[in-house]
């Protein structure tokens, strides 16, 4: 009986390490890509969007639309990689300006630059995996 209860206690504090150590990697990896992400960022978008995501009168719309982002979220790595043109509304306004496309960003960068993206500027929705962005980069019309 006594072997019992310590056999299962042992199994659970095993579980409970490896669950930890599951999480810790996951938050790493969300922190490489966040902290890669806002270099990117710097340079390939800040131009445009500013510093703090804020974008730039009626120019260019901010990055602060959660609701936007996280309804095309799976539309996002090819705004970036294709470049935009049609009218969108964010934040009740409606733009029809030009975002050009950038064919040099890999997959990765994008994941990564979009993870900066959509957890900052009160953003906060978790990591975009490469494997999510490869998927959605072949199927972008
Ligand atoms: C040359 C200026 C320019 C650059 C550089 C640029 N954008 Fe944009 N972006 C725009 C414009 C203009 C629009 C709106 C396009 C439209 O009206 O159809 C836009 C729209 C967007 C949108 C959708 C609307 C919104 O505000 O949520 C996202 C997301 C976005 N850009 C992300 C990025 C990211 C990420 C980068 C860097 C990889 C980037 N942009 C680089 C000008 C730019």
Redesign the pocket.
């Known amino acids: 009986m006594r072997n019992k209860i310590i056999l299962s206690s042992a199994f659970t504090l095993s579980f409970v390490i490896f669950l930890g150590a599951c999480g810790n990697e996951a938050n790493v990896k969300y922190q490489r890509y966040y902290a890669d992400g806002s270099q990117?960022?710097k340079i390939?978008?800040e131009?445009?969007?500013m510093s703090k995501g804020e974008?730039l009168a009626d120019?260019?719309?901010?990055?602060t639309?959660t609701t936007?982002?996280r309804e095309n979220r799976a539309k996002?790595p090819c705004?970036?990689n294709n470049g935009?043109?049609?009218?969108?509304q964010?934040n009740g306004k409606i733009?029809?300006?030009?975002?050009?496309a950038?064919k040099n960003?890999a997959a990765i960068d994008v994941a990564k630059?979009?993870t900066y993206?959509t957890n900052s500027f009160g953003n906060n929705q978790g990591i975009y995996d490469v494997k999510e962005v490869e998927n959605q980069l072949n199927q972008c019309n």
């Open positions: 990117v960022y390939y978008c131009n445009c969007h974008g120019l260019i719309p901010a990055l639309d936007f982002l996002l705004f970036v935009l043109k049609d009218s969108i964010i733009y029809q300006s030009l975002m050009p950038e960003l630059v979009l993206v």
